[in-house]
Structure formats: structure tokens, C-alpha cells
């Protein structure tokens, strides 16, 4: 009588190729996770500089018609779920000092973990000039904001 040997070839995946699966994806999802928050925290610094930003335009006009806007319903500005109060902490102009102001945000608690209690302002100074001036990370920083803390007029 004759033996004869039957080839059955490999069903599904072993285990330890699973497990190099597994530990492949863990990897991928520790460096992707710090980048992901990174870039979210980035996302809303632009995105609250965006919206204090859209006052200048109606701050320059109530300056414009010599009158000073007094908080954010002046302005015309929405609520943003990003800033403490909703809507900017701080809206100052000084008609003693040419119309010299300033407004700031202050990043609350449904913005990034990193971001929570840091200060983003835009002050205008005496000539007109506008510029934005933040303590946020420089990891996190605009390019186009200088490092500090913004200056009540």
C-alpha cells in the first residue's frame, strides 16, 4: 500500500503576523496622534485670529465716524465656542491716544488642551497699523503674530 501526502495549503494569517499587524498600526498611531493635535491646536489659533481679525474692518469705520466700539455687539462679532465668554475678553480703544486699541481673545476650554488660558490680540496702534501680538507656543504661533502679550491701550 502506498502513502500518499496531501498538500493543504496555509488558510488566513498566524498569529504572529497578526501580531506584526498590530504592532505596525500601533506605531503609525503614535506618531500620527501628536501630529493630528498639533495641527488641530494650529487650526484654532488662525481660526480665533480669523474672527477677532474680522473687527478691524467695522472698528475702523466707528473710528472712522468718531465713536468707539465698546465691546463685540459693536463690532458686529459672532460667539465662538473657541474663546472664553464666546466672544473676545477684552475690546479697548483709547480716544485720548488717536484711537490706539486693542482686541483679545482668550483661548477657554473647548479649545486645544495646549491652547486653554492663552492670550491672541490684535492692537491698533496710534498711525492705524494693526498687528497681532499672542503668548501661544511658537509651535502654534501664526507667522504673522509677534511673541507677547497683548496691551490694553
Known amino acids: ?7 493543504h495549503a496555509q488558510k488566513g494569517f498566524t498569529l504572529i503576523e497578526l501580531m506584526i499587524v498590530v504592532a505596525i ?10 501630529q493630528y493635535q498639533d495641527y488641530v491646536a494650529r487650526s484654532q489659533v488662525n481660526r480665533v485670529l480669523g474672527e477677532i481679525s474680522a473687527a478691524k474692518t467695522a472698528a475702523e469705520e466707528q473710528l472712522n465716524r468718531g465713536s468707539f466700539p465698546a465691546d463685540a455687539q459693536d463690532l458686529g462679532m459672532t460667539s465662538s465656542n473657541l474663546m472664553v465668554g464666546d ?8 480716544s485720548a491716544d ?6 483679545i ?9 495646549i491652547l486653554n488660558g492663552s ?6 496702534t496710534t498711525g492705524g497699523s494693526w498687528e497681532c501680538v499672542t503668548d501661544v507656543n511658537a ?4 507667522s504673522s503674530c ?3 502679550t497683548p496691551a490694553v491701550p
Open 98 to 103: 488717536n484711537g490706539a486699541g486693542v482686541i
Open 146 to 148: 509677534s511673541n507677547g
Open 119 to 124: 492670550v491672541i490680540g490684535i492692537q491698533r
Open 25 to 34: 498600526i500601533g506605531i503609525l498611531a503614535a506618531i500620527a496622534i501628536p
Open 1 to 7: 500500500m502506498k502513502n500518499i501526502q496531501i498538500n
Open 139 to 142: 509651535d502654534y504661533r501664526p
Open 87 to 94: 466672544v473676545p475678553s477684552t475690546i479697548t480703544f483709547n
Open 105 to 113: 481673545a482668550t483661548f477657554g476650554q473647548d479649545a486645544s488642551a
